[in-house]
C-alpha cells in the first residue's frame, strides 16, 4: 500500500482518550526490544515518527498512529523488562487487557518476535491471551537482517512450534534495515481488513433481513 499521510495522534491511558472516529485499529504488541518502534517508521516511511527508547519498557501508553486516513496502529507498552516496576506492570495489564477485550475497532494484533531467539515465555502467554479472547494475530519475525537467508525457516519453524500457530495466523519476516517484509504485511493488512469488512456487511444484512421478518404486516 502507498503511505501517502502518517501522522502520530495521541498516547492513551484509557477509553476516554481512544479516537472516535471508528477507524481500524492494530495493535502492535512485542517485547522491549523487539523492534517495534523500528517498525512501524518504516511502515509509515516516515523516520523517528516512533520514537525508539534508549530504555527498555519506557513506554506505558498505547501510542496512536493515524496512517492514510483510514486505519490506526496502535502501540502497546513492550513486555518483559524486569526494571519496570510492579505497580506499572499491574498498570499496564489492567489498560491492555480492557483494551483487548472491549475496544469495538480492534481488527487484529500484530505480535513482533525477534527472529534470532525462540519466543520468550511472555511472548506465548501474549500469544495464547490473544487466542483465548479470539483476536486474530499477525506474527511478525523481525530482525530478520541479523541472520542468514537461509536459516529463515529453520527459525520461523521454531516459532511457529512454540507458539503454536492457529488457525489463519502467519509468520511474516522483517527487516526495518532492509525493508524486508514491508510489502507482504501491508498486504496481508488489508486482506484481513477487507475480509473483516466482507464479513461485518453480510452480518449487517443478515441482521436487516431478520428485523424485517419479523416486523408485523
Request: with cysteine; hydrophobic share 35%; net charge positive.
Amino acid at each position: 500500500m502507498k503511505v501517502t499521510s502518517s501522522e502520530f495522534v495521541i498516547s492513551a491511558v484509557g477509553p476516554k482518550q481512544y479516537p472516535e472516529d471508528g477507524l481500524h485499529e492494530i495493535a502492535l504488541v512485542g517485547r522491549s526490544n523487539v523492534g517495534k518502534s523500528s517498525l512501524l517508521n518504516k511502515m509509515m516511511n516516515r523516520k523517528g515518527l516512533a520514537r525508539i527508547s534508549s530504555r527498555p519498557g519506557k513506554t506505558q501508553t498505547l501510542n496512536y498512529f493515524r496512517v492514510n486516513q483510514m486505519l490506526y496502529f496502535v502501540d502497546f507498552p513492550g513486555y518483559g523488562y524486569a526494571k519496570v516496576a510492579k505497580t506499572i506492570k499491574e498498570q499496564w495489564g489492567k489498560m491492555i487487557e480492557g483494551y483487548l477485550k472491549n475496544r469495538e475497532e480492534l481488527r487484529f494484533v500484530i505480535q513482533l518476535v525477534d527472529i534470532r531467539h525462540a519466543p520468550s515465555k511472555d511472548d506465548i502467554a501474549m500469544y495464547d491471551w490473544c487466542k483465548q479472547i479470539g483476536i486474530p494475530t499477525v506474527v511478525v519475525a523481525t530482525k530478520g537482517d541479523k541472520i542468514a537467508r537461509g536459516r529463515w525457516l529453520q527459525h520461523t519453524k521454531v516459532i511457529r512450534q512454540s507458539l503454536r500457530l492457529r488457525g489463519d495466523d502467519t509468520i511474516i519476516i522483517f527487516s526495518s534495515e532492509t525493508g524486508q517484509g514491508k510489502d507482504e504485511l501491508w498486504g496481508e493488512i488489508m486482506r484481513r481488513l477487507r475480509a473483516g469488512d466482507e464479513v461485518r456487511k453480510e452480518a449487517a444484512s443478515t441482521e436487516q433481513a431478520s428485523v424485517k421478518t419479523t416486523e408485523p404486516s
